[in-house]
Nanobody, 121 residues
């Protein structure tokens, strides 16, 4: 098992910024962020390759969200700017020990506990 500990999140007004963090106890090949709105499926937001740092983003967040990592701390981040009410959701970090990054929830073995992001208009 790979426990993932999330931090960050909260409530902001539209146009504001937040940063989420996720820490693992070991290196993971792929790190990602997902979000889930009430009654909706979990959707991939961003992913990063733990080795070469290649990043992937959902179209809805390109240019506003940035995923990054600190391999020395086995930690990755999601910097969110220009937040919109539509970004409100429970955000989860996810990891895989092996393999390439994907934005499909079914490919991930390990999940954080989730952190709520609420953006008011």
């Amino acid at each position: 098992d790979v426990p993932l500990v999330e931090s960050g999140g909260g409530s902001v007004q539209a146009g504001g910024s937040l940063r989420l963090s996720c820490a693992a106890d070991r290196f993971t090949a792929t790190r990602a962020w997902f979000r889930q709105k009430p009654g909706k499926e979990r959707e991939g937001v961003a992913a990063i390759d733990g080795g070469d740092g290649t990043t992937y983003y959902a179209d809805s967040v390109k240019g506003r969200f940035t995923i990054s990592q600190d391999n020395a701390e086995n930690t990755w981040y999601l910097q969110m700017i220009n937040l919109e009410p539509e970004d409100s959701a429970m955000y989860y970090c996810a990891a895989r020990l092996f393999g390439r990054p994907y934005l499909e929830a079914s490919r991930y073995n390990y999940w954080g506990q989730g952190t709520q992001v609420t953006v008011s208009s």
